[in-house]
């Protein structure tokens, strides 16, 4: 799918379909009125007879109107202008796409005029971002596995926004928004491939591959280098599997030597059980989505690489699986952790952040600007935040706001939650410095956060629990990509952009 953007009135545009927006009172947007004009008042008269209703949702398509270039022109309904905001147009753009039809290969979409509502307007650059993603997440779709792939069209061949003068945010905006879907359907293909495929191993293998192709510097480290580290913690969580685990750092170099790097530190758990502390058999399968935090580190390098970003950005991916074998860690064992704290391990299925307190101490030698940690971490938080918001930890308020502040950018929300020293009672072990989870029922999510809060005194730092938003179940099962756009937004605004 190619992106363009062009400088024409909607009845002047040569394409197969040329795609304007109506609100729900009946206002035209100025492409559907200069078309309308054209045709003396076809568009009008749609409205005026009822099938055009301005709809949110509702999509109509007229064809071979009077004095207009396009054989085609779909009025999308764009709701109440009042109610008009950037998920709205969102919607609007995946109804424009979805209704178009297979017949259209060359779609011509009026967006930027799909303005409204109250507030601040979002630039241009970043409509056309999300104009870009929405289009490309519209068609997306995981078929590679399957021996007959979907028949279904992938949309059209090519998408061109239209423009009203020539804008160069629009185009800088549209560049973007191809690297941050590339980026994002990495994320997302990763996250779909199942347990057998997608092993610690495979992603090994595809840190070096995104290494050649976008000239990354790659370590993949193996158990006997694990073990070198003294990563016991880490260790642990593999002792039931057959699968070697995988310590993979990807390092970024856009900016200069001296300048300290964003660590994104994702967790990579390619297929979870719980271990001795064995999860319900419903809905198991969906256990393979527990690799999206790293999943989604390597979304967000690739895009930032694309981008060419000046910042300097390492990835440090834990990857393993977490069985249950005769070998397999059982509660009340107690591990070492890289920083030399101790750990009882109370409940196996807490293993995420058994993998990921060695990574964020890991994470010191490269004297970070900040860490962000980000994890398919805890049943908690999707209670708390359901599948919306992004659960977001940080004792640091600057930092904090600022990834809030792009998480808005960026139309991936997150919702900051509290990580204090009050919940940190919940750790107390008689046995070792700490347990690896707090009283049942009790903020489980927090205290996850607390535990990780451990091993990050020595810089700046945040965590991301994305159990709610890294996958989808049901009908809609797969991937969604989350939180790769706000990340590239964090870093985009690291860059000064």
Known sequence: MEFITKVAAGDAIKADCVTVGVFADGEMTPSAKAIDAASKGVIKAAIKSGDVTGKKGSAVMLRQLANVAAPRVLVVGLGKREEFSQRAFGEAVRTAIKAAGPAVKDLAIAALEWTGGKGKAARHDALARLFVTTARETVFRTDELKSKKDDEPKGPASITLLAHAKDAQVEQGIKQGVALANGSELTKRLGNLPGNVCTPS???????????????????????????????????VTNGSAQPPRLIVMHYKGAAKTAAPVVLVGKGITFDTGGVSLKPGANMDEMKYDMCGA????????????????????GILVACENMLSGTATKPGD?????????????NTDAEGRLILCDALTYAERFKPAAVIDIATLTGACVVALGDVHTGLFSPDDELADELLAASRAAFDPAWRMPVEDAYQDQLKSNFADMANIGAPGKAGAVVAACFLARFTKAYRWAHLDIAGTAWKSGAAKGAT???????????MGRAGG
């Open 334 to 346: 107690i591990f070492t952790s890289m920083s030399g704290q101790t750990i009882e391990v109370l």
């Open 295 to 314: 999943a989604s580190v390597f979304g967000t390098l690739r895009a930032v690489a694309e981008m060419k970003l000046p910042v300097n950005v390492v």
């Open 202 to 236: 495979f992603l090994g293998a595809q840190a070096e591959k995104l290494g050649k192709e976008f000239k990354l510097q790659v370590e993949v480290f193996d158990r006997k280098g694990i073990e070198k580290l003294g990563m016991d913690s880490f260790l642990s």
């Open 481 to 491: 990509g989350r939180p790769v756009p706000l990340l590239t937004q964090f870093l």
